[in-house]
């Protein structure tokens, strides 16, 4: 047979077109795309149903090293196997550097946590949080040589975050060696200041996260991210963005013709502030992540950007942290007060399903822009793209099959380790029939179907968002 597989009567979507073809798929990839091909070893009937790429999930983390006791709920295993069973069949986690420590060691750490685990593919993007002259010089231009060819910088967390003048040395290298900066973009001193008189007054139940992060204080720290990339002159990533302040910033910046893309998560079109509760009962600590969520003018503004160009990307931001021992109640039962919290929520599941539904079916995006925020452009930013990212022949036959019928997100289905969803009781129009990850079925619509290991490593090439920089410029 000339095919290992053909799935047949497929209605196709990339980011540009819709058209109803068969696909073959030989070795992983996809090698023909027509009208009645021939058989292929194995077939599948997609029967008319909606056929997407497979979802890039740009920004989630995954066994990223935490300062004991904390620790994340999901490694590359359960990680990945909720990343397929939702549609997503590549992500791109963070290997982070911890002050002091090299960059080369924190990313060979963290190949140590991904072999042999993950069931999809994978790259890694790096975090950058001591960049010593060895790292800036030698370590992160060999690293991005190397197919890392992104970095995460932070405006905020002591652990993290980085002065305007590092910051301009590291967007200085990612100009020089093409490689593409994401920006955490928070006010450090103005939330350290806002969380020290709630705590000094006693405010400290996890509501309050969202009172230690107004809108003002993402607002302040988007401006600068763009005044620093605009003086560096190099493209940027502003990572997820919450609401209007930021969003007018970003707005701001492109009508200037300046490069500065955007991306965005669900937590910002599905949650308030009012999920961090109402009262100082501590279950909100489920829904403490940074920037927090605001409130419904909010997500409409969001939504708003999601269709008409402004964001780029549409990530999960899946950060696994346990309610019961880690977010909201330490190891022995105590209340965490939300200075400590570990900020994030989990998501590398839903994400799709959540927008596909609330998006596509409820008439806010097309189904083409679904899959340019959700798989295209995260492959084109982190130089994916055409391999990931699209359906056209020689790309992986990394599929996902849309069932589009109603469904309850209940965390008790869901393939993650985390204790919780923050979605739990939210009503879904469709959910992946069928996940396709390099031609083999690994979520078939009731059940997971292991490939630890089989996730291969990608080394990435340049960002293709934009043309390449001549040489003269
Ligand atoms: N930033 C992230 O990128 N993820 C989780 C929490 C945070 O602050
Ligand atoms: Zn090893
Ligand atoms: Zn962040
Ligand atoms: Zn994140």
Request: charged fraction near 25%; charge should be negative; proline fraction near 6%.
């Amino acid at each position: 047979q000339a095919f290992d597989l053909v799935i047949r009567n497929a209605r196709i979507a990339t980011a540009s077109d819709c058209f109803e073809a068969d696909i073959a798929v030989r070795d992983g990839r996809i090698v023909q795309l027509g009208l009645a091909l021939p058989p292929g070893a194995r077939e599948l009937d997609a029967a008319h149903r909606w056929v997407t790429p497979g979802g890039v999930d740009a920004h989630c983390h995954l066994d990223q090293p935490m300062e004991a006791p904390v620790r994340m709920a999901d490694d590359f295993d359960s990680g990945t196997r909720a990343a397929a069973c939702g549609g997503t069949t590549t992500v791109i986690p963070f290997a982070a550097q911890q002050k002091g420590q090299s960059l080369l060691a924190a990313v060979q750490d963290y190949h140590h946590r991904a072999e042999g685990r993950a069931h999809v593919d994978h790259a890694f993007h790096l975090i950058v949080s001591d960049p010593t002259p060895q790292v800036l010089n030698e370590e992160l231009p060999r690293l991005i040589a190397e197919g890392y060819t992104s970095f995460k910088i932070y405006m905020t967390y002591d652990d993290l975050k980085l002065d305007d003048g590092q910051i301009l040395d590291v967007l200085e290298v990612a100009r020089r060696h093409d490689a593409m900066a994401m920006i955490h973009a928070e006010n450090a001193d103005c939330i350290e200041w806002l969380s020290k008189r709630l705590e000094a007054s006693g405010r400290t139940a996890p509501r309050f996260h969202a009172h230690a992060r107004p809108l003002l204080v993402e607002r302040e720290a988007t401006h600068r991210a763009i005044a620093l990339s605009e003086l560096v002159d190099v493209p940027i990533m502003i990572v997820h963005v919450s609401g209007r302040e930021a969003v007018e910033q970003i707005r701001w910046a492109r009508a200037q013709g300046l490069n500065v893309f955007a991306e965005t998560c669900p937590q910002y079109l599905f949650l308030t502030a009012e999920d961090l509760g109402l009262d100082d009962n501590y279950l909100g600590a489920r829904c403490v992540c940074s920037p927090p969520p605001r409130n419904r003018a909010n997500q409409d503004v969001i939504w708003r950007g999601l269709a008409d160009g402004l964001f780029t990307i549409f990530s999960s931001d899946h950060a696994p942290f346990s309610y019961e021992g880690t977010q909201g109640k330490k190891p022995g039962g105590e209340e965490v007060a939300f200075r400590h919290i570990p900020n994030g929520i989990p998501g590398i599941e839903t994400r799709l399903p959540l927008l596909y539904s609330k998006g596509v079916l409820e008439g806010r995006i097309t189904i083409n822009r679904f899959v340019e925020l959700t798989s295209t452009n995260p492959a084109k930013a982190y130089g994916l793209h055409p391999r990931k990212g699209t359906i056209a022949v020689g790309a992986d036959a990394d599929l996902v099959v849309w069932d589009e019928s109603p469904r309850t997100i209940a965390n008790t289905q869901l393939h993650h380790a985390v204790d919780y969803t923050p979605y739990e009781g939210m009503e879904l129009q469709a959910w992946p029939a069928l996940t396709l990850a390099g031609g083999d079925v690994v979520w078939d619509g009731r059940q997971f179907h292991p490939r630890p290991g089989a996730g291969r490593f990608l080394r990435r090439g340049r960002p293709s968002l934009l043309p390449k920089r001549s040489a003269a410029a």
